[in-house]
């Protein structure tokens, strides 16, 4: 059974959003790269770039089920989910469970 969501986009997943803002903080070691501009040390940028992709990995390690599929779900909708699948979407949009 899909979990419902009032969110039409990944919102629902919390922790992509997270890995994706560390990938983007590599942004300026890839401009740096792609454009042949050497501004940084080598190792600054290996660090850099190992640490947020680090971080990008341990954020999508921290879903707990990649298969979960979801079902958005529009005001006039709810009306047709029980008090206890309403309740259940509550508390995964906010990460309770």
């Given at each position: ?77 709810d009306d ?11 508390k995964k ?5």
């Amino acid at each position: 059974m899909a979990t419902k969501t009032e969110y039409d986009g990944w919102n629902c997943v919390p922790e992509l959003k997270e890995a994706i803002d560390y990938i983007e903080e590599c942004s300026s070691d890839i401009y740096e790269i792609k454009n042949c501009v050497r501004n940084s040390r080598l190792s600054d940028l290996i660090e850099n770039i190992k640490n947020n992709l680090q971080y990008a990995i341990e954020e999508l390690d921290g879903i707990s089920d990649p298969d979960e599929e979801f079902e958005t779900v529009f005001e006039d909708e709810d009306d047709d989910m029980s008090d206890e699948e309403y309740n259940e979407m509550w508390k995964k949009s906010r990460g309770i469970v």
